[in-house]
């Protein structure tokens, strides 16, 4: 009789693009979504928690990876061969939870969101294709007050979180700026139109001398690599070049200058009406320049932008893998976009809102060692005999109810040493210890396991005379002592 073939054992790896989150991390995040949720929650948003899947009807234009056309999403067919797929950022869903529910929530509509979203996109150093974003948006109102408030709630988001004064801008523009621009030129070529906006994407890395090469012939890049213009004329990038560099030295300048480089347009004209004032509403709540500011290189890539813009940016320097310096950048951006609840109702509906890239944020306070440190890990409860487990329990009950993080060992009690090391393993303050004599002379022994380590670094004898990391306390005094040596560690 032939033998059945065993199937081989699955291999134990993440997918590409996905990866594991371990206690400290998923800790920091919470903590994080805690904190931008409570200045969401001040501004007066309400919690929003919609599906995780969308029609991919519903979900419109989504975000293709240039490399893999069409493969933006991870999408399937349900078994009445709609398609459906994981939601790519959380804005779309909340055109569909509006449309859907519009005669039953206010008008204006101001709501937040957290969680996971997916991109079907190649992977690469820091670039998954799932990551958490953490949004607030306004459905119905027009005025650009509440961009205003958008922006002035990233301003004091970045700061709640550890991101001080001084060490991150947001930057505003406004898509009407540039569309004014655009028809300055005379382009009526879409594909045209595109390649302009993707040439003053690069301004940040090329600066004014490479966007006029792009804008032209084209230019060599830093590999050697020559990238193709876009073949306009010198007088057609003029305002291009104008709109790029109109930052003047305060927000009056620059307004001045973009409502030179829009020239005749009455879109442009609005789009820099608009900036003044969202300048205006920000400096009457003190925002000022060190916080926001207007900038036109802002651009934001998604089509769907219909008005203000806004990003923000993080000024200090990182190194990056090959050790040299660059500034960390961008972690959040928005902005306006009152077409994308159209798609449903057919009636245009203002909206405006930001999107914060949690894990992003979380990678720039651990650069700047404002997290990631060593996370205090449980009171560990030895079990010095096996028979007593219910004596156990009750010491770790005791701490649960005074608020301690504690736990009872679980594992094989018969080598105490062992439980010693996965107290030290589970990074814990604390270890208490009650064997047989102790119990009957009704007293524990509580270990400092944060002194212990850093005596054993250094300390002589007469340290450890002193300062000895072993206590023997009265049992009734077991949550009193332990306390205070959290309190010592903290």
Not at 29 to 49: K, N, P, S
Not at 176 to 205: H, P, Y
Not at 427 to 453: M, N
Request: negative net charge.
């Amino acid at each position: 009789m032939a033998k059945v073939k065993k199937a081989p054992r699955p291999k134990a790896q993440t997918p590409k693009g996905f990866r594991d989150y371990f206690g400290p991390e998923v800790t920091e995040r919470a903590e994080m979504l805690e904190a931008i949720a409570g200045v969401y929650h001040r501004y007066g948003f309400d919690a929003l928690e919609s599906s995780a899947v969308e029609t991919v009807e519903a979900l419109g234009k989504f975000l293709p990876d240039v490399d893999r056309p069409n493969e933006g999403v991870f999408a399937w067919q349900d078994e009445d061969e709609s398609w459906m797929a994981l939601r790519y950022d959380l804005t779309a869903p909340l055109a569909r939870v509006y449309a859907q529910h519009r005669n039953d929530l206010p008008l204006p509509y101001r709501r937040y969101a957290m969680g996971p979203v997916w991109r079907n996109e190649k992977p690469g150093p820091g670039r998954f294709r799932q990551f958490y974003q953490c949004d607030a948006d306004t459905v119905g109102a027009a005025s650009v007050a509440a961009d205003a408030e958008i922006c002035a709630m990233l301003a004091d988001t970045l700061e709640v979180v550890g991101i001080p004064r001084g060490d991150y801008l947001v930057r505003v523009n406004n898509r009407k700026v540039l569309n004014g621009v655009l028809e300055t030129m005379g382009l009526d070529d879409d594909a045209q139109r595109d390649a302009v906006l993707r040439t003053i994407d690069k301004f940040d890395k090329v600066g004014e001398a490479g966007v006029r090469e792009l804008l032209g012939k084209g230019r060599l890049d830093a590999s050697g690599a020559y990238i193709d213009g876009v073949g306009l004329s010198d007088a057609q990038a003029e305002p291009v070049v104008a709109f790029l560099t109109s930052k003047g030295a305060d927000a009056a300048a620059t307004v001045a200058n973009l409502r030179a480089a829009v020239g005749s347009s009455e879109i442009g004209a609005e789009g820099v009406a608009e900036l003044e004032e969202i300048g205006a509403l920000l400096a009457a709540q003190g925002y000022g320049p060190d916080r926001i500011e207007i900038d036109p290189s802002v651009v934001r890539g998604l089509g769907y932008y219909t008005g203000p813009v806004f990003e923000a940016e993080l000024t200090f320097e990182i190194f990056d893998e090959k050790g040299r310096k660059r500034q960390f950048g961008s972690v959040a951006g928005g902005g306006r976009y009152d077409d994308l609840v159209k798609r449903f109702t057919g009636q245009a509906v203002p909206a405006t809102g930001v999107s914060i890239g949690v894990d992003r944020l979380l990678a720039a306070l651990r650069e700047k060692g404002r997290i990631g440190g060593t996370v205090q890990g449980p009171v560990v409860v030895t079990v010095m005999d096996r028979d007593r487990m219910a004596d156990y329990q009750a010491m770790v009950a005791e701490l649960r109810n005074a608020g301690i993080r504690a736990e009872v060992y679980l594992g094989n009690p018969k080598n105490f040493g062992n439980q010693l090391k996965y107290a030290d393993k589970r990074s814990s303050p604390v270890a208490v210890i009650e064997g047989g004599d102790e119990k009957d002379r009704g007293v524990v022994q509580i270990k400092d396991l944060v002194l212990g380590a850093k005596l054993a670094e250094s300390a002589s004898l007469e340290d450890w005379k002193e300062r000895p990391s072993q206590y023997e306390v009265a049992r009734g005094d077991l949550v009193a002592k332990v306390r205070e040596i959290l309190n010592q560690w903290a």
